[in-house]
Nanobody
């Protein structure tokens, strides 16, 4: 089992920045991918950014150049630095870990960007 707890969400004006944090605990070996997803009201949950165990990083086209995913293995943390935020970035952001055949999710943190 893996437990994930997100923090760092909030209300920010367009053009502002936020850093989301995901604290991981539990069985943290054999993790394949750590990722951030988001879900806006009435929409599906979409991948925002992902980092594999080997360090390969992928971003959704909509956030490239603005968001940065990173990890701190010593602290068992995953981060999402979000810059130049836009109103369309408003969503609940979820931390995700893929380990062996299972996906684990945090409870989500709300990010609201005002225009």
């Amino acid at each position: 089992q893996v437990q994930l707890v997100e923090s760092g969400g909030g209300l920010v004006q367009a053009g502002g920045s936020l850093r989301l944090s995901c604290a991981m605990s539990g069985r943290l070996f054999n993790i394949n991918v750590m990722a951030w997803y988001r879900q806006a009201p009435g929409k599906q949950r979409d991948l925002v950014a992902a980092i594999t165990s080997s360090g390969t990083i992928n971003y959704a086209d909509s956030v490239k150049g603005r968001f940065t995913i990173s990890r701190d293995n010593a602290k068992n943390m995953v981060y999402l630095q979000m810059n130049s935020l836009k109103p369309e970035d408003t969503a609940v952001y979820y931390c995700n870990v893929a380990r062996r055949l299972y996906d684990y999710w945090g409870q989500g943190t709300q990010v609201t960007v005002s225009s």
